[in-house]
C-alpha cells in the first residue's frame, strides 16, 4: 500500500501572556508549544510528523483531518493548518547500517590495521563532518 507523501491537519495556537504559545492537533490528541510563531510552527510540523510516523508504524488508522472552518477557536486561539512531508520524515527516522565497499592505499590499510582502527567509525566520522551533521 503507498503511503500518503504529505498530511495537512488543523492545529490550534493558544496565545496567553508570559507564557509559551500552546500548539494542539485536536484529531490526534497530542500537543507542542513554541517561544513565537515560527518555533511553535516548526514544533507542531515536527510533532505532526512524529505522531503520524508513529502511527503508520503502528498500522494505526490514521483519522481524517477535520475542515479548519469547523474548528472552533477561542478569542486568544487561531486555527491553522500545518503540514508535513513524510517522505523526509521517514528517511530521518532510519538510522539502519549499509555495507560500503572502499578502496584504500595498501600502507594505509596496513597502518590502520596496526593501530586498530575502526575503519566504520572513522568513515562516519569523516563523512559527518564533510556533511556537517553529528547524528548517530
Known sequence: MKKTERYI????FTYDAGQEIAVVFPDLDVATSGVDDNDALLSARELLGCALYG??????E????TPLSDITTAKNERA??????????????VNRSVNRTVTLPAWLNAAALERNINFSQVLQEALMTKIQTNRM
Open 62 to 65: 490514521i483519522p481524517t483531518p
Open 55 to 60: 502511527m503508520e508504524e503502528d498500522n494505526e
Open 9 to 12: 491537519y488543523p492545529a490550534v
Open 80 to 93: 491553522v493548518l500545518v503540514d508535513v512531508y513524510m517522505p523526509s520524515i521517514r528517511m530521518a527516522k
